[in-house]
């Protein structure tokens, strides 16, 4: 996606491992969320920065889902202790407030 | 609360002839609506969107949708089919009254489009 990569692209763990996803956007973009994509489904909201707001944490699953944003620029999204059905793409999508949203290419994440 | 329902899982079409995915919604107040393509192994590519003016929306790639208030729909449709439209085309929705919830995008599950020779 235009103006936003993440990484890693692909990670494979074990359950009860924490992982660490990133979304590294081009300046400029005040929004910034982040969308999980099951196998099946659909996206699912997770969690949205704006600017010096605090953050709208209204989708994320369980306590063992965190994320920061540091700057206003990159985003990390954390999960502790994973579980197999954590295993998903998960997406960073920013865009200016009230305007469309651009994603990035995804991290996969496969947990066994 | 907003959702949005897509209700084909996979769309047949052959290459040349016109394409419909559909697409429905529900919102409180007036809708923010966007249709997004993912390509395999691919973050979402955005196509295009209504949030005011003229029902027809254009986007990318001869793509366009009809926003229709009373039937709560804004179908995508493209007049003539190619192979290389064939993706997962995924329709979402914005309430424009949920100004404290973020802006997020409710998404439907998507429709698969093949398009065959």
């Known amino acids: 996606g235009a103006g936003v990569s993440q990484s890693p692209s692909n990670k494979v763990t074990e359950k009860g491992k924490d992982v660490e996803l990133r979304c590294d956007p081009i300046s400029g973009h005040t929004a910034l969320y982040w969308y999980r994509q099951s196998l099946g489904q659909g996206l699912e909201f997770l969690i949205y920065?704006?600017?010096?707001?605090?953050?709208?944490k209204s989708g994320l699953p369980s306590d063992r889902f965190s994320a920061e944003r540091t700057g206003g620029s990159v985003s990390t999204l954390t999960i502790q202790r994973t579980q197999q059905e954590d295993s998903a793409v998960y997406l960073c999508a920013v865009g200016r407030y009230q305007e469309t949203q651009y994603f990035g290419p995804g991290t996969r994440l496969l947990v066994l | 609360a907003q959702s949005v329902a897509q209700p084909e899982d996979q769309v047949n079409v052959a290459e040349g002839n016109p394409l419909t995915v559909k697409c429905t919604y529900s919102v409180s107040g007036n809708p923010y609506l966007f249709w997004y393509v993912q390509y395999p192994n691919r973050g979402l590519q955005f196509l295009l969107k209504y949030i005011t003016g003229d029902n027809l929306v254009k986007g990318s790639y001869g793509f366009e949708a009809e926003f229709n208030k009373s039937q709560t729909s804004f179908h995508l449709k493209k007049p003539s089919a190619l192979v290389s439209d064939s993706a997962l085309y995924f329709c979402a929705v914005r309430d424009s009254q949920d100004t404290g919830g973020g802006n997020k995008l409710t998404f439907g599950t998507g429709t698969q489009l093949k398009v065959e020779l």
């Open positions: 920065f704006q600017g010096n707001s605090a953050p709208d």
